[in-house]
């Protein structure tokens, strides 16, 4: 294990010889294995989105097995699902890459002001499909944040106790927050934080605006001119607020996009001092070739083989 690993496993303390290992597992894998850094495949968009917004573009994608024979072969650190595509080829790709179970979900079927998702399955579940991690949404700016935030507690403690690592997607959003302000660099540099304090060992957030949305907030960020300007800086500032850059963060890849505009968010995530991307839509949704190429530049970008 070389030094940077065992830097970042030095910041969870507190966790368990088989939390620790599952992290270790996770980075240690794949293409970036042993550089701190992690590109991981996430599909829960059937469920969040439905099927033929999510796989309609690329048919493959509506079998499960498609997506962890594509983590595989890119080379990424983990793959993330919901109970039923994890279900679907945990056996027949055991041990292939370390696995994230997503154990809670919502659907836009009625998608209200204040979301509150489902959840869908349990640390039981994740240990018996040989996941190294559980995921879960919380949404901060929801009325029902509360709720998540103690379901998270609980799971967190189960899984800790069975030697699980926890990922949590931490994405801003509820009537109180303008559409604007679920991005906007204070709002989600305070979901961030959340997320640790929570207990998060990976925290996932969305690429911050430069958009200040909280007043209070908007006082503080002025007055102590912190740096927000670049996308770079403002990412350095959300991994600050995630205990001065002792948890590991990473951030979404979101909807479907322009190939330059994803290698530049790559690099300022990277010059950012972020630790990786979690990226979804923008592979999935392309023929495979295209994709192992795409997933392969991101990485080649995060290990600094490409500028």
């Not at 949404?139 to 926890?166: C, F, I, K």
């Not at 911050?208 to 996308?231: N, S």
């Not at 592979?283 to 795409?294: E, G, T």
Request: aromatic content about 8%; some cysteine.
């Amino acid at each position: 294990m070389n030094k940077r690993v065992q830097e970042i496993l030095g910041w969870y303390g507190s966790d368990n010889a088989g939390t620790r290992t599952n992290l270790a597992r996770m980075l240690g894998h794949g293409k970036l294995g042993g550089t701190g850094k992690l590109v991981i495949l996430p599909v829960d968009q059937g469920f969040e989105h439905g099927p033929a917004r999510s796989f309609a573009p690329n048919a493959p994608g509506y079998n499960p097995h498609y997506h962890f024979q594509l983590a595989i072969d890119a080379g990424c650190n983990a793959y993330a699902a919901p109970l039923g595509f994890l279900q679907a080829g945990a056996a027949e790709f055991a041990g292939r890459i370390p696995l994230i179970l997503k154990l809670n979900n919502h659907d836009v079927l009625h998608d209200e002001k204040d979301p509150l998702s489902a959840v869908t399955g349990s640390v039981k579940d994740a240990l018996r499909l040989g996941c190294s991690a559980i995921g879960f949404t919380i949404y901060p700016g929801s009325s029902h944040s509360q709720t998540m935030y103690e379901q998270l507690r609980a799971l967190s403690e189960e899984a800790r106790d069975n030697g699980l690592a926890v990922v949590v997607w931490s994405y801003p959003r509820g009537s109180a927050l303008s559409k604007e302000g679920e991005t906007a660099v204070d709002v989600v540099a305070y979901a961030a934080q959340i997320a640790a304090q929570l207990g998060a060992h990976i925290i996932k957030v969305k690429l911050p605006t430069a958009h200040l949305e909280q007043a209070a907030a908007k006082k503080v960020y002025e007055a102590e001119q912190v740096p927000i300007k670049t996308l770079a800086e403002r990412v350095r500032h959300v991994v600050q607020s995630s205990f001065d850059g002792c948890r590991i963060v990473i951030f979404s890849g979101g909807a479907k996009s322009d190939d330059k505009n994803v290698f530049e968010e790559a690099r300022a995530i990277r010059d950012g001092g972020g630790f990786g991307s979690i990226i979804g839509r923008n592979s999935f949704q392309r023929p495979r070739a295209d994709a192992l190429k795409f997933l392969q530049t991101v990485m080649g970008i995060y290990a600094g083989e490409i500028q």
